[in-house]
């Protein structure tokens, strides 16, 4: 493993520790429950016990007449003035049905929100819950998507005449001729099913409204607070300049914290009724119930090929369980499914179409990867079906078909900005020993396992997003980013950024990226961020896009402050600016370093103001709003090999190899971390991680214990290496490395095993791939 | 129904009237104002809670506060000594063992058990130990790095 030396303080491109860290390993991180506010209350919620029902009646006399109990709230009470709303319209048309605050009439889904107890703390909260009695009328349930959108399927919102939420399609003109004259089809079925993204940390917010002022604070775990703050003056009606949100630390959020919530709502509203800061932390049986589930996604994939493994035309129906309602983003994830179905393949005869479904579940939404990691698991267990199929090598008919060209448009309109996947994919099959495989398979059966090697080579649309893409796709945001940098009077810098970032550890990162581009010492740095009283608008941390959007903001804004440092310095040194070169610590008169203005001296003359060049205002400091011209394409090979044991079914992971390209590193300790998380968990979905229904609604994983999130016994070390193509798109030449990992893992590890039991005949295996499964299926194949 | 208890936390003995039914957990966060011990899940499950009760490491989840009546209890507050990071605090900075940092007390609380406990665990034998403390972010491999190398340094010192 390549390993840079870690250094305590540094610029681009260096291993520098995180500056994070002390508080967090000294107990000093303040997440949104180390927070105390005068005279708080505590809210817990009751919740729908069942997957669809009317509610006949609510009955809170039990729970108001317990000591400590201030109210109960119910959809009546609760002063909001609209439900839930969704940012995301792609295509136009998308049925976005009510979701109020608390269930109105209907309760869609278990865990669904009905009513909102205050109490003086959490264990008399939690025992009014239990003290408020609901009496429902169950109504019939449908869980899957297929069942949801076949005739006569209960309908989960009765005022539309199906539970399909929208049709999103991708054709070519030329697909039907294409498929037709394809000497060879191969077809694939994939469930791509239901997981949770469980942050170490639930959510949970304070809501903080002054009835006096009309302010209404909330502290939230959140990745997006200016979302947040939008979307609360909108629902509980009152003015954005009124309504301030406050990001703490926060522990994980996966895309889990890439939305705006009815909790959140309902803290606020709550507070405004009662007078008093009112918190809410969500248990972990809640989390798994009312916090955004990820994928579940059925495909039906057919390619028609040549003989020696070209793919000529490519066909994906698919099927999207959008959950009971929509929420920030939900029909948009499944979007970048569709942009991403051809991955890193030079395929132009496409034909997409992916169906949304409403059902008695909780809300899919973003969950790492988002979308990308469908299309990605799909099309790699798709090559290797194809090799199978046709007595290939699936290293070659990866080569045979992929993408040599940049920028590159693909036939689902992106254009990938550069790359060399053979490349990667050739340092790969190097670094995991793919010639020497079939040795160590032999030596295996020889001990009576069952051995295989599995490829994922992926490519991934990072960056979000040009702004005016996201219009055009019908989200309702920009993807611009805001950055902010400030030289104070004694020469340390404050950066403001719009990111928000939850473990990324952006304030070492952009530390960096300050000392490289100003001169200012990395530890002369502090990054603030997550309060949106002072920062200018910014759109948070999702869909890998703090670098290569905050990253290029706050670039721009420190080139700025060079720029005017530049003019000042020229004032000064009584030159021309043309006659000054930057030393990368100061500006200089050209070949005269005694002639020279540190960035510091310039800090401290441009707030003194003593004498300015005409036209320029006091103070070095510069705002940016950076809207990014396209996306970013990191790509990559991950290599798997596995053993399995035929008479327990264990899936053992005996090398796992990473290559991945995300374009110039700013910090590769920081990125060979993001890969580390990003590869378990694809692992976990892999192997592990399933969110189960039963047919009526019950969630049959609610809690860690049915829930399987990987232990440190359960995953293999990694070896990580990289290869470098710099983004043409943005100056720094970075792409985006945080959702990598979980794209590109599950198909390497699911190819390995399908590999692996080959012999048998299993042409396919899906997730989670937990041993009782592996062992049916060689008991099936053996018999 | 309330009772006094006295606690022992990081060398000092804090004598409080706790309701009976109060988690350990709640009584160091919330009466004690302790809150670098996190809690992740209701079932034991996570590890995040985990702190040392007489000396070993326990999940501050699963006990009452009355059950802690007398005992002492070490938690991430008590690590670092003067202003010094604890071996383990320095070596999951060092190796980069936390992201979101959420699942970190908890963690090194565990760790600081096992390596207390097998100073010499290998890497296959660090990741059994630890189990029982999930992290989402890390991936683990440089938890398990950091807690190899605190074990090397708490062995040469
Ligand atoms: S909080 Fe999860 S084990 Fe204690
Ligand atoms: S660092 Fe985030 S859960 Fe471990």
Redesign the pocket.
Known sequence: MATVERVTSGGIGDSVLRKEDRKFVTGEGRYVDDLKLPGMLHGAFVRSSFGHARIVSIDASAALAMPGVHAVLTHATLPVVTGVLSASNPGGDVRHPEQAVLAKEFARYVGEPVAMVIADDRYLASDAVNAVHVEYEPLPVVVDAEQALAPGAPLVHAEYDSNLCKTLESITDGFDAALAKAPRKVTLRVHNQRVTPMPMETRGCIGDWSNSTGEVTLYTSTQVAHFVRTFISIVCGTSEAKVRVVTPDVGGGFGAKLNTYREEFAVCAASKVVGRPVKWIED?TENAVATIHGRDQTQYYEAGVAENGRILALKLDAIQNNGAYNQLLTPSISHLTLFMVPGCYDIQDVSITIRQAFTNTTPTDAYRGAGRPEATHGIERLLDAIADELGLDPVEVRRTNFITEFPYASATGLSYDSGDYAATMDVALGHADYAGFEARRAESKQNGRYRGIGLSTYVEVCGLAPSAVTAALGIGAPGWEHSTVRLHPTGKATVITGTSPHGQGHATSWSQIAQTELGIPFEDVEVIHGDTAFQPYGLGTYGSRSLAVGGIALYRSLGKVREKARELAAHLLECSVDDLEWTGTSWQVKGSPDRAKTIQELAYAGWTAATLPEGIEPVLEATTFHDPPNFTFPFGTHICEVEIDPTTGRIEILQYTAVDDCGNVINPMIVDGQVHGGIIQGLGQALFEETVYADDGQMRTPT?VEYLVPSAADVPPMSLHRTTTPSPSNPLGVKGIGEAGTIAASAAIVNAAVDALSVLGIRHIEMPMQPARIWKLIEEAKS | MSQTITVTVNGTAHTAEVEQRQLL?HFLRETLNLTGT?????????????VHLNGEAI????LLAVQADGCAVRTVEGLQQDGVLHPIQQAFHENHGLQCGFCTP?MMMAALGVIEQHPDASDEEVREALE?NLCRCTGYQNIVAAVRSAADEMARS
């Open positions: 972990r860690l | 957990v996190h809690v992740g899940c209701d079932t034991s499950t996570c590890g995040c809670c985990t999940l501050s989840c699963s908890g029982g």
